[in-house]
C-alpha cells in the first residue's frame, strides 16, 4: 500500500543552519504530498504541499519539490530560527483515497 | 473564529472505563477524522467521517467507536477493548473536496492516560 518515510529525527541545529528534512514515498498513480508542522502543545497545521510532479511547495521561508523520478519530497529553509523548533511530518494523498497518509514525523530542534 | 475545539486537554482513566472524547468543529467542513498520535509513530487514522451518519473504519479502529449525528460533532469512544488506550489524539476536519485540495485542520488534541 501507499505509505510515506521521513528521516527519524532529532535533528538539532543552530540559528541560521541550512535544515533539510528527507522524506520519501510510495505510491500508485498520482498523489499529492504535504508537508505538516505540529508546534508544542498544538494539533498539525498545514505547512505546504504540491499536487504534481515538479511542484514546489513554498511557506515561511520552506520550499519542498515534487520529485517524482526519485519519489521525494525533501523539506528545505535556508536560514532555520529558534521560532521553527516543531515537529515535521511529511504526508501523502492517495489519489483515490479520501485520508492523508502520515510519515513517522521529524522533531527540529534549533538553538540560538 | 472558526475552528477545531478538542476537549478535554487531559483525561484520566481507570483501565475497563470506556470514555469519550468530543470533537467539535464550526468550519463548516463535511469531513472528520481521528488520528492517534504515538512517539515515533507518526498519526494513524482510527475512523473517519465524510458526512453526517456515516463513518469509516481506519488503519487502527480496533477498540474504538464513534457517532456522527451532526455535521459539527464527531465523538471518539475509546473502549475498554483497546489494549493500548494510552496516547495523543487528535481531530481533524477539512472540505468535501478532501484533504487532497483542502488542508486538514486539526484540533490541539487531547491526551488520555489510562491506568
Known amino acids: 500500500g501507499d505509505s510515506v518515510t521521513q528521516m527519524e529525527g532529532p535533528v538539532t541545529l543552530s540559528e541560521e543552519a541550512f535544515l533539510t528534512i528527507n522524506c520519501t514515498y510510495t505510491a500508485t498513480g498520482y498523489p499529492s504530498l504535504f508537508w505538516y508542522v505540529q508546534y508544542p502543545g498544538e494539533g498539525l497545521q498545514l505547512l505546504l504541499k504540491a499536487t504534481k510532479a515538479d511542484d514546489k511547495g513554498s511557506n515561511k521561508g520552506f520550499e519542498a519539490t515534487y520529485r517524482k523520478e526519485t519519489t521525494s519530497f525533501h523539506l528545505e529553509k535556508g536560514s532555520v530560527q529558534v521560532s521553527d523548533s516543531a515537529v515535521y511530518f511529511c504526508a501523502l494523498g492517495p489519489q483515490a483515497g479520501t485520508a492523508l497518509i502520515f510519515g513517522k514525523g521529524t522533531t527540529l530542534s534549533v538553538s540560538s | 473564529d472558526g475552528g477545531i475545539t478538542q476537549s478535554p486537554k487531559y483525561l484520566f482513566r481507570k483501565e475497563g472505563q470506556n470514555v469519550t472524547l468530543s470533537c467539535e468543529q464550526n468550519?463548516?467542513?463535511?469531513?472528520m477524522y481521528w488520528y492517534r498520535q504515538d512517539p515515533g509513530q507518526g498519526l494513524r487514522l482510527i475512523y473517519y467521517s465524510q458526512i453526517v451518519n456515516d463513518f469509516q473504519k481506519g488503519d487502527i479502529a480496533e477498540g474504538y467507536s464513534v457517532s456522527r449525528e451532526k455535521k459539527e460533532s464527531f465523538p471518539l469512544t475509546v473502549t475498554s477493548a483497546q489494549k493500548n488506550p494510552t496516547a495523543f489524539y487528535l481531530c481533524?476536519?477539512?472540505?468535501?473536496?478532501?484533504?487532497?485540495?483542502?488542508?486538514?485542520?486539526f484540533g490541539n488534541g487531547t491526551r488520555l492516560t489510562v491506568t
Open positions: 481533524a476536519s477539512t472540505h468535501t473536496s478532501g484533504p487532497r485540495n483542502s488542508p486538514l485542520h
Open positions: 468550519l463548516n467542513h463535511d469531513a
